[in-house]
Structure formats: C-alpha cells, structure tokens
C-alpha cells in the first residue's frame, strides 16, 4: 500500500533567535511568538515552536505564511521532519510538555 504525500504527517519547526536588548526589539519577539501560536504552532523550547502538518502543501503553505511573519532582524530558520523521524527524537532530560502529549493522542484519532 503506497501512501499519498498529502497522508503523511510532518512536523514543522521553527527555531529563531531574535535580538531583545531594546524594548521594541522585545515588543517584536514577543509578537513573533503570539504569530507563531496563533498559526498552530506550540513551544517546545523557548525559541523552539513545532507544528504538526497534514502532507507537504500545509509545509509550503505554512512556510508562506511564516516569511510574511519574521521579523526583520535576528535569525529564524524552519525545519520539516516526518512524523516518525520526529517520533525518533531523544528526550534526554526533563519531561515531554502537555501539548507534545495531546498533539501525539490527536494524530492517532485521523
């Protein structure tokens, strides 16, 4: 059985550092965050968002919508993984956050 690429689940993550030493560049980040988890993304850490998408055209669209989000300084940078390559990462200290857990639940109900 051969599966369509609009099947496959993806995780997008979005990893950013952007500067904070003024109050506006603040005022920028925190707004970027606010983006991010408006567009369905949650925090795994605190410049690092993931967001679970339903084949490559919900990847391309989402990356779309992410250039027209950045800011103009600092670095951001977008990674896409299948929903088993993600399923392989190590968690080596702490605990997996509520949201990871729910969002892992969830892709077994589809």
């Known amino acids: 059985m051969s599966v369509k690429g609009d099947d496959i689940f993806m995780r997008l993550f979005v990893f950013f550092d952007l500067p904070v030493a003024k109050k506006t560049q603040r005022k920028i980040a925190a707004r970027f965050r606010r983006e991010l988890q ?3 993304f949650t925090m795994l850490q605190f410049s690092v968002y993931c967001r679970v998408c339903r084949g490559q055209d919900i990847v391309d669209r989402e990356i779309r919508r992410l250039k027209q989000i950045i800011p103009q300084e ?15 990462m190590l968690l080596l200290i702490g605990e997996p956050k509520k949201e990871e857990i729910i969002g892992a639940q969830q892709l077994l109900l589809f």
């Open 74 to 88: 600092g670095n951001v940078r977008v990674l896409q993984v299948t929903d088993k390559q993600y399923g392989n």
């Open 38 to 40: 408006n567009a369905g």
